[in-house]
């Protein structure tokens, strides 16, 4: 520590730190949805596959494996999964690394992809997401990811993820006047643009009033509230930007990667209404890129449940502090609108197999970013955004891309 | 989850007698104990502080999807309460609806059987609230 107390000037040095310039170079996914056909490791070799293929490389071309999934210990009994993975993709003897942070695990695994390429220890990474969750009952699945929480004081009282939202949401209810019209605005936006994603598990809009007549799993917020239980995959490939243009005529640059924690129990937050590790790292996010909130043309949020992705924008900066739900009411984050958000169908309508989730809005925002993104094309997009949620906010991570 | 007895024999003093910490440095009170106040870190100096068990209802829901073990509970209301001495905890709320319940409304700590393990697995008891009358 001694080394800090220098000049001014040395320590601005210290802090110019030399990094490498990254670039996704092949991206590729699973179909998400309830795949009863499909083990764990038949869904990421499909998106590893896929994304190889996309990025026109050979396995040996591969310097190192980062993979996120949650709960694969408790899900499937497997735990040791990268190695696994390296196994059956045919990388081995590459290292090969897991990275647990709940719902944000696929979201920490691209950090890890991006900064091991950006440190200049390795030249081409794999990252992928895969969690397999229908092979348990609902109950045991709703205990794992209880996990995500704080196991001796939150979930042994008896609570659940809905539950903890829930409890975000009623406080935002009192705090803005938020309405549960709102929060199933969220729902139908979403669902709207995952019926033009093919690889999306819901393939059908769902109105306002379907919403809202749903089945209640913990007051306010109703099943069309809450992300579903879902199997699947995805998978990207980085490299440094050198050799990115190698392999691609169109990569996508990660121009920038920030990280921020919080309480891991809800309970112990001064405030339920906004996510401060959200908020941390957005503005992190946005300083190492210099840019800022109006600059995004096209965001992956973490709506887990509705409440969370009115909470993102805000915390995101897209709109005022609790102005979420009025302005997705108004359309604001409608495909083409202002800020187009969730355009692959979110957590909500494209489904959230947990440790793939993250992985996923880097494919998304690829596609959209390449221009490739079909029906749900944001016209022009130049500038993405992808917003990963562990737990109730005890992680976020939070990435910015744009074309090269 | 199922847990040893070890961890529940471990958990006795919070989950039984409401010990958590307050920190002489910057007052704070935390619930449980907790070894570093995360305001102060090294400059902070942790005592055992035992709690009341009276507090205000600060968020409610009403949880209709149990997770395993509170399957024969549901529906039950879970809140988080602001203790008296200032931390939150989060808790099931007894012998009411949430339509009892509203922002503000004072409870106090109830001891309680929380969940149990099966037929013959262990039996965890704890903390819930009730509406203070
Ligand atoms: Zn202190």
Redesign the pocket.
């Known amino acids: 520590m001694q080394n800090f107390k220098t000049s001014k000037l040395e320590t601005v040095y210290c802090v110019v730190v030399f990094m490498r310039r990254v670039a996704i170079v092949g991206v590729g996914m699973s179909k998400f949805g309830e795949h009863w056909e499909k083990g764990f490791r038949d869904l990421i070799i499909e998106a590893g596959v896929q994304a190889l293929q996309d990025g026109n490389l050979k396995g040996e071309e591969i310097d190192a494996l980062y993979g996120g999934t949650m709960a694969a210990g408790r899900l499937i009994g497997q735990e040791h999964i990268t190695a696994l993975i390296a196994d059956y993709m045919g990388l081995n003897p590459i290292p090969a690394t897991r990275v647990e942070a709940a719902c944000a695990s696929g979201g920490l695994a691209l950090r890890q992809g991006f900064m091991a390429v950006a440190s200049g220890l390795h030249d081409v990474v794999v990252v992928g997401g895969v969690e397999k969750m229908t092979d348990v009952s609902t109950a045991e699945v709703t205990t794992a990811l209880g996990g995500a929480g704080d196991q001796e004081w939150e979930l042994f009282m008896g609570a659940t993820f809905p539950s903890i939202y829930a409890l975000m949401a009623r406080r935002h209810m009192k705090e803005y006047g938020t309405s549960v019209e709102q929060m199933a605005a969220v729902s139908v936006k979403n669902h709207l643009n995952a019926a033009k994603n093919k690889f999306a598990q819901f393939q059908k809009p769902v109105t306002l009033e379907e919403v809202l007549e749903s089945k209640e799993v913990s007051s306010p917020l109703k099943v069309l509230d809450c992300s579903p239980i879902t199997d699947g995959a995805a998978v990207v490939i980085l490299a440094s930007l050198e050799k990115a243009k190698k392999y691609s005529d169109c990569p996508i640059e990660i121009i920038a990667s920030a990280q921020a924690s919080d309480t891991i129990a809800l309970h112990d937050r001064k405030s339920l209404t906004e996510l401060k590790a959200t908020q941390i790292a957005a503005r992190k996010a946005f300083q190492q890129a210099g840019v800022s909130a109006k600059d995004v043309d096209v965001a992956e949020v973490h709506d887990c449940f509705t409440i969370a992705e009115i909470m993102a924008i805000e915390d995101l900066g897209f709109v005022e502090k609790g102005k979420g739900g009025k302005a997705t009411e108004d359309g604001f984050t409608a495909l083409n609108s202002d800020v187009s958000v969730n355009t692959s169908g979110g957590l909500k309508g494209c489904g959230h197999p947990v440790g793939a989730t993250g992985v996923k809005q880097a494919v998304e925002i690829t596609w959209q970013l390449r221009g490739k993104a079909g029906e749900r094309q944001v016209k022009n997009a130049e500038l993405g955004l992808t917003h990963n949620v562990g737990g109730s906010g005890a992680t976020a991570v939070v990435h910015l891309f744009k074309k090269c | 989850m199922k847990s040893g007895s070890a961890l529940t024999w471990r958990l006795i003093p919070n989950r039984y007698r409401l010990i958590g910490s307050h ?1 002489e ?2 007052k ?1 009170n935390f619930f449980p104990t907790r070894p570093v ?1 995360p ?2 870190r090294r400059k ?1 100096k942790m005592v055992e502080k035992k709690f009341k068990g009276e507090g205000k209802i600060y968020s409610f829901t009403t949880v209709q999807v149990p997770p395993e073990g509170f399957e024969l509970e549901a529906p039950y209301v879970l809140a988080i309460v602001e203790l008296s001495e200032g931390p939150r905890v989060t808790a099931q709320v007894v012998d009411c609806s949430e339509n009892d319940l509203g922002f503000g409304t004072p409870v106090e700590m109830v001891f309680r059987k929380i969940q149990e393990e099966g037929k013959e697995g262990l039996i965890h008891y704890g903390f819930k609230f009730k509406i203070k009358k």
């Open positions: 920190c440095t910057c704070e106040c305001s102060c902070g």
